[in-house]
């Protein structure tokens, strides 16, 4: 449940649901679009709990909450970052499938949803519902957009949305950080 709030709040500030939208006015296929991100999701959260699987043995139940809060107040402070246009992939001649399925996969490798994936499923007996959660909870906000098409997307307040999603992210990540090191 966890991961699939985080999911949600990570992504409604994020350049995932933007691409998709982007992608979806583009091809004009937008259920394709949505089962590309659903992919491109999947795998990049899935090797996210790869490296939890390789890194929990390492880590004492302090530091993978150590872990967690740091994931969650990186995460609020590259929120706060206003996010340029991704890039169209204009020049991709992959269709609708490849270019979505690639694009978005390169896009969210490495991002703040991935580590927090990394650092909820290193604190859980079962670490793969960590990815599960994490993609439904993208989803939740992706789908929307990719059916908005871009400029509805953008028409949403997304400073507002970006400063909300930070402060909760923030808040969640001192309080984990503090209770971690047995301040509260």
Known sequence: MAALVLGAICQAGDKTPWL??????????PAVVIGATAVALAGNYALG???????APLLSQEARLLLLALALVLAALSTTIRSRSPD??????LGAPGTSTLGLAIMIFGDRMQFIVLALAVRSELPW???????????AITIPATLMGERQWLALPQRAIRLVSALVLGVAGIVIGLSAVRLI
């Open 20 to 29: 998709a939208s982007i992608l979806a006015d583009r091809f004009r296929v």
């Open 129 to 139: 519902l960590a990815a599960v959660g994490g993609t439904i909870g993208a989803l």
């Open 49 to 55: 709990v790869v490296g939890a699987i390789i890194l």
């Open 88 to 93: 169209r992939l204009e020049g991709w001649r």
